[in-house]
């Protein structure tokens, strides 16, 4: 009985490796970029059991400022400069928080939790504009950790808003269909009622 539950949530979690690793990579015109990347990936999924749907890029321009003062709050000097942050966020899923159970009686697989969309990663890289010292504040290497660190948190911020939530939301409701089709193979049925889907999403399984 458990091996075949292993062996249902083996072709599972496959063939939502298989989907994302198609779907992430289709886009790509360099066939040997594809082949890096893909390869990159699937290290990653062995290593984290963690899954990329949707990559973003950022530009952003961020306004830096930094005050200190001496001399008893006295005299103060600052330092700014202007800066523009390219950057790339991914966001997927940690394919250890999917919790699976069989009812073998009935013949169902119970998909109870599928996680919800997270970023996985954010990758700055930041262009330094109008940069200007003050007299005892000027700008240090251990600048450069700060504000990389400063970055990644502007983008963080940006992401709600940009969409790729809940394109990753839809990835994942993709991921659910082929779930269903690969258990209906073997003669099984998928339920995923136990789920909470809004009813726009629930409309899209519907229709499939």
Known sequence: MDSIFDTILGLILGAIATYWVYTFFKKKQSKEVTLHQSTVLLEKIRSVSKLVSVEGEFAEIYKYENTKERFLSLVSSKKKALIVINARAQIG???????????????????????????????????????????????????????????????????????????????????????????????????????????????????K
């Open 93 to 207: 899923y940690d394919l250890k928080k999917v919790q699976i159970e069989s009812d073998v009686d009935n013949k169902r697989i119970i998909l109870t939790n599928f996680p919800q969309p997270e970023i996985l990663s954010i990758e700055p890289e930041l262009e330094f504009y109008d940069i200007k010292n003050g007299m005892f504040n000027s700008f240090s290497p251990d600048d450069l950790t700060t504000l990389n660190n400063e970055a990644k948190n502007h983008i963080r911020e940006k992401i709600p808003e940009s969409g790729l939530m809940q394109t990753a939301r839809t990835e994942a409701l993709q991921a659910v269909l082929i779930i269903e089709s690969i258990v209906a193979t073997i003669g099984w049925k998928l339920d995923y009622s136990a789920l909470k889907i809004e009813d726009k999403e629930k409309k899209l399984l519907e229709n």
